[in-house]
């Protein structure tokens, strides 16, 4: 077994992993990995990331995040994650169908009673739709393109999550989503969406960031112009008028809100003090380290974590795999994310904790009492 394809016996807890499994083909010369993490509270669920270098140890930590991230979002999903070590770089789009395909056959054992594939790096709705193909029962995945019982993602499911988580968290500190100054960085499909819904309903998004820059106006954003200019010129930072900044500054900007919606580890040691909101909603996965988020705590600002924010995704998966429509999923998104994140905010400001360490505790439950039925 080659380096990166072993695991740590420490990895082993009291809640996983159940199942890691590998399996190659020779014809493709697919080569992939699905670790499921916990299946107490229904079949493991998560994406399918296509990287060359995608270790074990890294699937089994998505794994164990997607067991969090179901259980505090109410979903009958447990955790799991997989990964395919190819380039799709190097390869054209028959070679990677046959990839896919491959796959999902030698999953048919654990598809769909425990392990429900997605999509993830590298992975969309084309593939999905090989993956259901390939494994004949359309349960197996979701994010499946719309003709074949898909919900795409395309409409917002995980930004109109974060909206709502972010007015819960401004509602909890007593305050007013209008006027609300909100800096947001990322303006892919969460971070559009999330602008979107939050100026809709009265926040004024005086920055938004992507990999090209920042633009910035304190007096607002036009956000259908700013994603008209995105579309366009496929940069924010064209937006006019506005005042353009390096990525980087987004974060130390006056606004009482920052959304980190794109890149993990953003905030940083470095450039944790420069931080000036009162509310971090984390739309990206892992955009800090936890001791950060214990030092925000400390200078009493309230951090929502990724896993009670982004779960828009999953929950849309969700309704998706119920045979749901998109007018389900957004009814759905809306009231798990304003419950969960009412519950969350609630229990740590009762404990005197930070939000992940209640939201830790309210998953952990969750899922040892279903583990405790299974006995």
Same mark, same amino acid.
């Given at each position: ?145 719309? *003709? &074949? ?6 409409? +917002? ?5 974060? $909206?709502? @988580?972010?007015?819960?968290? !401004? ?119 936890? *001791? &950060? ?6 200078? +009493? ?5 990724? $896993?009670? @924010?982004?779960?828009?995704? !999953? ?61």
């Amino acid at each position: 077994m080659g380096k990166g394809m072993q695991i740590d016996i420490q990895s082993y807890d009291e809640f996983g992993p159940e199942k890691i499994v590998q399996v190659y083909d020779p014809l493709t010369r697919m080569h992939g990995i699905v670790v499921i993490d916990n299946t107490a509270l229904g079949p493991g669920k998560g994406g399918i990331r296509m990287v060359p270098d995608v270790t074990v140890e890294e699937v089994r930590r998505l794994a164990r995040a997607m067991t969090w991230k179901c259980a505090l979002a109410s979903l009958p999903f447990g955790g799991a994650k997989s990964g395919i070590m190819a380039d799709p770089r190097k390869m054209g789009t028959k070679e990677k169908e046959r990839i896919v395909k491959a796959f999902s056959r030698a999953l048919k054992p654990l598809i769909p009673k425990q392990y429900v594939a997605a999509p993830d790096m590298n992975m969309a709705e084309d593939a999905m739709r090989w993956f259901a193909e390939a494994n004949g029962d359309p349960r197996a995945c979701t994010g499946k393109p719309a *003709d &074949i019982g898909g919900i795409p993602h395309e409409l +917002g499911s995980t930004g109109f999550g974060v $909206f709502h @988580a972010t007015k819960v968290a !401004v509602e909890h500190l007593g305050l007013e989503l209008n006027n609300m100054s909100v800096a947001i960085e990322g303006f892919g499909n969460v971070g559009i969406f999330t602008a979107k819904f939050l100026s809709e309903h009265g926040a004024k998004i005086v920055a938004v960031s992507d990999s090209k820059g920042c633009i910035y106006n304190e007096d607002g954003l036009n956000i259908e112009k700013l994603i008209k200019i995105k579309q366009d010129t496929r940069a924010v930072k064209n937006y006019k008028p506005g005042k353009i900044l390096e990525s980087k500054e987004l974060f130390g900007l006056a606004v009482d809100v920052l959304i980190p919606g794109a890149r993990p580890d953003v905030i940083t040691s470095e450039n944790f003090a420069k931080v000036k909101a009162k509310i971090i909603v984390e739309a990206a996965n892992i955009p800090m380290k936890n *001791d &950060i988020e214990e030092e925000f705590q400390k200078k +009493g600002v309230l951090v929502v974590p990724d $896993f009670v @924010a982004n779960a828009g995704g !999953v929950i849309s998966s969700y309704v998706e795999y119920i045979g749901g429509t998109p007018t389900d999923m957004f009814k759905m998104v809306e009231e798990k994310i304003k419950k969960n994140t009412k519950v969350v905010l609630q229990r740590a400001r009762d404990n005197e904790v930070s939000p992940r360490k209640a939201a830790m505790s309210i998953a952990q439950e969750r899922v040892k009492e279903a583990m405790a039925k299974r006995m």
